[in-house]
């Protein structure tokens, strides 16, 4: 990128200073943009290559429409930098998913420019009919709403059943397919290989020719939309569209980095009732060399140095532990050696699942589904059907897609699935769309299932291993974002008791009970509390489900002060499953549940997120404090 004088984005504190520019000027405020966009996000990571690109369709939109009364409704959200910065929040994009700053997502309740609050792909078309449905019913005729979404988003089942009823609808709708042949990897499916047909089809690119021509020629009136619609229906006999056989008018594909040529174009669709798509181009990372060659990497870069695109790394002289989902990366490599029933599946997300070893040592083994949560449980569930043992790769946040087909497909069928939940807990900075809070207390309702969670690196290895060692039905494992606690931990396998728990540590004052990787901040805390003669045991459960009665049993006829920890909902998951266990068999004792409480968590490092939510060191150490002088204790020990 040429350095260019600063000057336009200054003067643009909303899209109504935007509007003022001259159309040549759309070119020089997209570069300032893009650079804005680069400066901050080297600095403070976050998502990259999506927004830089759409800087110039972002800048496009807030020109030619009257936002934010007209709607823009972006899919995923991770590519609405520009939008943000277009719209106000310039001066505190510096605070992007930072504590108390502002979200890295569109947030209905962070400015009136977010008409849909989004994080989770595929939902734009739906909420954009939703919006123009209701404009409709309200009789606000010339509202415009416009959804934007990407190619790897439109891989998900609901933007097609968005389409669906959008199609059939009489909704003045815009859907944007911002098509850069990406998802987070590589788009992938038999969709993908259509949009490239007809982004390459000879006849498509004549069919834009002929439109654009009469479009330009005519101007938005009436005459001109019906002379499109002959020309459209001609191209169509030579080419069948899937779009237009939704009943959506088709235009493109266009340059999606021309943003004069863009505002023009959607100036002209503005005035096309009903709905409509248009296939834009882009590139993701576009400006920036070695984002636009290493699109994957660019994603969501962390750190780097902007000028050379080097990521920077924090580096210490000492072994550092792996993270979590390396750990699993590698183990299921070794799994696959010695069990060629396993196959791993994943929708879309290799790199963030560090699943790219297992792909490429097994190929005829590894599926990405695309962005396809459902499918990717009910496709899992076929190929158990069949005795394959399918490893069902899915975030935490993500499988709240996937509820019935883990019900009604996999459980009620008791079908081995291993359901491998990576980022279960508080993920941090991307916050409140992705915190993997509530998958223990969902699973735990269902009948079949399986629950577990590692406290560390081995025994994440250990109940991988056991989950494939022989049939047990579906089997969640879920562990954190971030690194783990050992260093040392290529250890052989060993095979785990199932619904197992084991008591760490023993005490006479009162007991903590964990689950997952939270029982290490409790055995940090009941050092500290040991050197001020406190004695607290630690019991880390493993299973949620088979739960541990007998360990629970000897738990509460020993303590009458516990306090359960678990990263996760604490509605619905460990600890009210040891207050039905007190309450059905009969104990008294003061039970304090540490873990998210009942409101959605918004961004900031994991660290600062487990301190506000009091399940950290700190906070275990200050609830064994507070239970200890409270009255309920002295009265019930
Ligand atoms: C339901 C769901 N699954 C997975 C993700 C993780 N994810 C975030 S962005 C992304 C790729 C989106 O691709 P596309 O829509 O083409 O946008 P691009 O990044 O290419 O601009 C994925 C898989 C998500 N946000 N939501």
Redesign the pocket.
């Known amino acids: 990128m040429g350095e260019q004088k600063k000057c336009l984005l200054d003067q643009i504190e909303n899209p109504g200073d935007l509007r003022k520019l001259s159309l040549e000027d759309l070119i020089l405020l997209s570069g300032e943009l893009r650079q804005f966009i680069v400066d901050i996000v080297s600095n403070n990571s976050g ?1 990259l ?2 927004s830089l ?2 800087v110039e369709l972002t800048v496009a939109l807030h020109y030619i429409y009257n936002t934010p009364y007209d709607q823009i409704i972006w ?2 959200g ?2 609405a930098y520009g939008h943000k910065i277009l719209t106000g929040r310039k001066n505190v994009f510096h605070t992007n998913r930072k504590y108390k700053g502002i979200s890295g997502f569109p947030k209905m309740s962070e400015s009136e420019y977010d008409s849909f609050g989004v ?4 939902t734009s078309i739906s909420a954009a009919l939703g919006i123009a449905v209701a404009s409709q019913l309200k009789g606000e005729k010339n509202r415009n709403v416009v959804a934007v ?6 891989t ?1 089942g609901l933007a097609f059943e968005g389409l669906n009823n959008a199609g059939s609808s009489k909704a003045n709708l815009l859907v944007v397919l ?3 042949n ?3 990897d590589p ?1 992938v499916g038999a969709l993908n290989e259509y949009l490239i047909d007809i982004t390459t089809s000879k006849t498509y690119n004549k069919v834009k020719t002929d439109i654009w021509n009469i479009l330009g020629k005519m101007g938005p009136t009436q005459r001109a939309v019906q002379k499109l619609e002959s020309a459209l229906k001609s191209a169509l006999l030579r080419h069948s569209n899937l779009f237009e056989s939704l009943n959506f008018r088709y235009f493109g594909p266009v340059d999606g980095h021309d943003v004069v040529h863009l505002a023009k174009v959607l100036g002209d669709l503005k005035n096309i009732p009903g709905p409509k798509l248009l296939h834009v181009l ?1 590139t ?1 990372g576009k400006g920036l060399k070695y984002a636009e060659e290493d ?1 994957t990497t660019f ?1 969501a870069p962390g750190l780097f140095n902007k000028d050379t695109g080097e990521i920077i790394k924090i580096t210490s002289d000492t072994p550092q532990p792996p993270r979590y989902q390396d750990v699993f990366g590698q183990t299921i490599v070794e799994l696959g050696e010695t069990n060629p029933k396993i196959v791993a599946i994943t ?3 290799i790199s ?1 699942s560090s699943l790219r070893p297992f792909f490429e040592k097994y190929p005829e083994r590894s599926f990405d589904v695309g ?1 396809a ?1 459902q499918h990717a449980v009910t496709f899992s569930a076929g190929l158990a059907a069949q005795g394959m043992v399918p490893f069902c790769c899915i ?1 935490s946040s ?1 499988m709240q ?1 996937s509820f019935d087909q883990v019900i009604h497909d996999t459980a009620l069928q008791k079908l081995q699935v291993v359901f491998c939940l990576d980022r279960a807990g508080l993920v941090g900075d991307d916050g409140a ?2 915190h993997g809070a509530f998958d223990m207390a969902y699973m735990r309702c269902i009948p079949n299932m399986i629950i577990s969670a590692p406290m560390n690196e081995e025994e994440l290895r250990n109940l991988m291993f056991t989950s494939q060692a022989e049939n047990y039905g579906p089997f969640v494992i879920r562990y954190p974002r971030g690194s783990g606690v050992m260093t040392e931990w290529h250890k052989p396998f060993k095979l785990l008791p199932i619904g197992k728990g084991r008591m760490l540590r023993d005490g006479s004052d009162l007991a903590i009970i964990t689950i997952g990787t939270v029982g290490n901040f409790a055995e940090e805390a009941c050092r500290i509390l040991s050197n001020e003669m406190i004695e607290a045991a630690h019991v880390d459960m493993r299973f949620l489900k088979p739960l541990d009665t007998e360990l629970l049993h000897d738990i509460f006829k020993r303590f009458k002060t516990i306090i359960t920890v678990e990263d996760g909902t604490i509605n619905g998951g460990l600890g009210s499953t040891v207050l039905e266990f007190m309450c059905e068999n009969g104990y008294h004792a003061h039970v304090k549940r540490l873990g998210i409480p009942d409101r959605f968590v918004d961004h900031g490092s994991q660290a600062q997120l487990y301190r506000e939510c009091g399940y950290d060191t700190q906070g275990i150490v200050d609830a064994v404090k507070s239970l200890i002088k409270s009255k309920a204790y002295s009265s019930i020990i």
């Open positions: 998502h290559g999506a690109g759409v899919d995923v991770h590519q994080g989770h792909s595929s979404i990407g190619d790897g988003s439109l998900g911002n098509d850069n990406m998802a987070i788009n882009t993701k699109q994603h929708p879309a997300m963030g962005i949560e975030y993500f897609r769309t992705h």
